[in-house]
């Protein structure tokens, strides 16, 4: 898998992360790509995606208003601005891409293939 999360930490409540994901460009270009989290002992959630030209994102209910998806095409990579942080944020993140998801990312599932995520720990 040709994707690398960076960014994760231990943060308290309301604080702030940024995220990246560094990928080959067989993984990001014209890919749609997105985030994903896995809590511990909850399955993996979709988070938010983007689409190859940026213009067009996509968020879980739980996170609007406060996470950021970007992404710089010359750059290869992906972002995830976090704000207002919760404790039930707390998870490890990762980033996918159409290439590894059957062409859909938004339907990629824990039987594709991930990269090893980053942590993020938010504190009370």
Known sequence: VELAESGGGLV?????????CAASERAFSRQFMAWFRRAPGKE??????????????????????????????????????????KVEDTAVY???????????VAQCNEYHDWGQGTQVTVSS
């Open 12 to 20: 308290q409540t309301g604080g702030s992360l940024r995220l990246s």
């Open 44 to 85: 993996l959630e979709f988070v938010a995606a983007i689409s190859w030209g940026g213009s067009a994102t996509n968020y879980a209910d739980s996170v609007e208003d406060r996470f950021t998806i970007s992404r710089d095409n010359d750059k290869k990579t992906l972002y995830l601005q976090m704000n207002n942080l």
């Open 94 to 104: 990762y980033c996918n891409s159409d290439l590894y998801c059957g062409g859909y």
